[in-house]
């Protein structure tokens, strides 16, 4: 079946959201942790987290126009840290409850149950009970002038794993690890263990890693 | 365990990429098409795209500064149109090896054996084995100067399913329709049927879609 812009442009607010955003296939599934300039806490779903660099270690996410968004936000353009923790399949009710509109000075932390955890050297929050967790620094924000949206470009400065989860040659096998994805506005997913391929060359068939 | 700045550069280039490119999470798999200005088709695997607006249909990716995604990126640059193609489990191996090296004037649809296919109204090639199809026209091109890449962002102007994949609110079932997931630089996976959650609001607690 065919869809244009058109048929698009005819749909309801909610219909379209929800059909668009399963488009760009699954997506990761990140609580933000940031705080404000008084040190109150603040937590936030993102599903746009994605890989931008390794050297340096780059992740970029889009912040959107909304008041949720905008609250995480000016908490990174006022503090320049921030932290992303994986969801994993034990929180993701909690997780999802972070996008409720929650008044600024409610902490979603509080509100959810999840636990903020502050690591010696980074002043961001992140949540004790992700078993992946990066903290970053601001490197630049970008706006992207076409729908008022801003993209979030940070450095990873520190990596908190659980001991032996990177394997030898650097993999971390994050479906071990209970990782989820998200797909649309709210659907999460276990992915099931990975199959890892070959560096892929001409000439040469592709093939699982060994 | 935990990393910092400084133990990512200490690492060799190739594990330093393993492991950060997991960071992110779980990470979409599409295949980009495009046709140079004489015809010539290119197919490239691409794990960055992501979702950014509803309402235009827009979404971004990341082209690298490497041959591969050069080709991609000058054919969208003078044609301005490409498609996404999501990839399932049954092209993984054909999918994964569009990421080799080939030469400008080999396409990638033939070394893999994946097959073009065009819609009346869009001049980019579709991946006739793939089950979701996106056909978009580019909107910016954005330079980050941090490290060299490029966001490249376009409005789906169509888009192709199944008959019967999109729900009564707008849902797609990406894990029906066998759409994988990447993870690290070679990991694929299937997610398994996926949990949706009511919309959350304060005071209210999070619960399963009816």
């Known amino acids: 079946m065919l869809w244009t812009s058109?048929?698009?442009?005819r749909m309801p607010g909610r219909h379209r959201a929800t059909l668009i955003n399963c488009l760009?296939?699954?997506?990761?599934?990140?609580?933000?942790?940031?705080?404000?300039t008084e040190g109150n806490t603040n937590l936030a779903m993102i599903s746009s987290a994605f890989h931008l660099g390794a050297d340096p270690a780059l992740l970029g996410f889009?912040?959107?126009?909304?008041?949720?968004?905008r609250h995480t936000l000016e908490n990174i353009r006022d503090t320049s840290v921030y932290t992303l923790n994986h969801v994993h399949s034990g929180i993701i009710a909690a997780a999802h409850q972070t996008s409720a509109r929650y008044p600024r000075e409610q902490s979603e932390f509080d509100a959810t149950?999840?636990?903020p955890t502050f690591s010696q050297y980074h002043d961001a929050p992140y949540v004790a009970e992700?078993?992946?967790r990066l903290?970053?620094?601001l490197r630049e924000m970008i706006?992207?002038?076409l729908n008022g949206t801003v993209l979030v470009i940070g450095e990873v400065v520190e990596l908190h794993l659980p001991d032996n989860a990177v394997g030898e040659d650097g993999f971390v096998d994050l479906a071990a690890l209970g990782t989820v994805s998200v797909s649309g506005l709210d659907s999460y997913?276990?992915?099931?263990?990975?199959q890892r391929y070959r560096y892929a060359k001409p000439g040469i068939k592709p093939g699982l890693l060994d």
Chains 1, 2 share one sequence.
């Open 6 to 9: 058109s048929d698009f442009s």
């Open 24 to 36: 760009s296939g699954f997506k990761s599934a990140n609580l933000v942790g940031t705080r404000d």
């Open 62 to 69: 889009i912040s959107r126009p909304d008041l949720v968004s």
């Open 113 to 115: 149950g999840l636990t």
């Open 130 to 132: 992700c078993r992946v």
């Open 135 to 137: 903290g970053l620094v």
């Open 143 to 145: 706006d992207i002038v």
């Open 189 to 194: 997913s276990n992915p099931q263990p990975g």
